[in-house]
């Protein structure tokens, strides 16, 4: 076996899932041709499953899940509040989960519900001060965090990341519309 396959096999064994690797392999042994596309894809997605596993990691300190994270960033600047089905739409959640993550806030003082003066069927929702303290540190924090991930990346790099991100997200709006033609636009 040449050492380029053996250093390329340990770089995929290390980045891949195992389901991934199984998948892989399995591609391998029956001679697909776009083994390499598929091994990309499958490191997109481990790259993609790991950044959520820390993101969680961090956030489980304060009891948070990723969506009550939104939440409270969401109504951070909004000392009026916001109506749950407002929110469950800017949150691009359902209002059954939005009912859920809100009852977790709400039951851990994060944020309170009040009823309209007018009319006692409107609710907004809004931070409390612990919410907004709570909201102002994590958000510091997360943005320092995701803006870590890509260190060292220079600008052109950035760049080049990103096209060739929207280049798979084209191939991907194109296999959703049933086509089976890849994009095959040349990177500029």
Known sequence: MAPYKIIRDLT??????????????????????????????????????????????????????????????????????????????????????????????????????HSDSQDRRKISVRLTEQGQALAQHLLDEHSQWIGSLFAGFDQAERETLSALLKRAWLNVISSRAGCTEAVTEEHP
């Open 12 to 113: 995929t064994m290390i980045t891949l899932e195992q389901k991934h690797l199984a998948l892989l392999e399995d591609a391998e042994r029956r001679g697909h041709a776009d083994t390499e596309n598929i091994r990309v894809c499958f490191e997109v997605l481990t790259l993609a499953a790991a950044i959520d596993q820390a993101c969680a990691a961090r956030l489980a300190p304060h009891r948070l899940s990723e969506g009550k994270f939104v939440l409270l960033f969401l109504l951070r600047d909004l000392p009026q509040g916001l109506a749950p089905h407002e929110l469950a739409v800017k949150a691009g959640v359902t209002r059954a989960t939005i009912t859920g993550l809100l009852d977790g806030l709400q039951r851990d003082g994060l944020l309170a519900r």
